[in-house]
């Protein structure tokens, strides 16, 4: 069972940068995809970023160019660096992941989730 604590969120003023990052509770790098989505109250989620386990990365066209999504070398971190943030980037962040080769877009495929981290960003 892994578990993943996401932190990192908070208010921002628009243009500014958030890093989020996700703990998990062991090394799920090499066999796993990990994802952030974000959920805005009363929408569907949706997908922001996705690394899969050979480090290739995905993104959202409402996000490239402004988020990265990293790990760290012991792959127990994963991070979403967060610039030029706008307004419409407000709502509630989740990672998540699942054992499989590639990372699927639909958030029903993942079987496990952080209990999100709120990011606010303000004009």
């Known amino acids: 069972q892994v578990q993943l604590v996401e932190s990192g969120g908070g208010s921002v003023q628009v243009g500014g940068s958030l890093r989020l990052s996700c703990a998990a509770s062991e090394n799920i790098g090499g066999k796993y995809c990990m994802a952030w989505f974000r959920q805005v109250a009363g929408k569907q989620r949706e997908g922001v970023a996705a690394?899969?386990?050979?480090?290739?990365?995905r993104y959202a066209d409402s996000v490239k160019g402004r988020f990265t999504i990293s790990q760290d070398n012991a792959r127990t971190t994963l991070y979403l660096q967060m610039n030029s943030l706008k307004p419409e980037d407000t709502a509630m962040y989740y990672c998540?992941?699942?054992?499989?080769?590639?990372?699927?877009?639909?958030?029903?495929?993942?079987?496990?989730w952080g209990q999100g981290t709120q990011v606010t960003v303000s004009s």
């Open positions: 690394i899969d386990r050979d480090g290739r990365t």
């Open positions: 998540a992941t699942l054992q499989s080769d590639t990372c699927p877009e639909s958030v029903r495929f993942y079987n496990y």
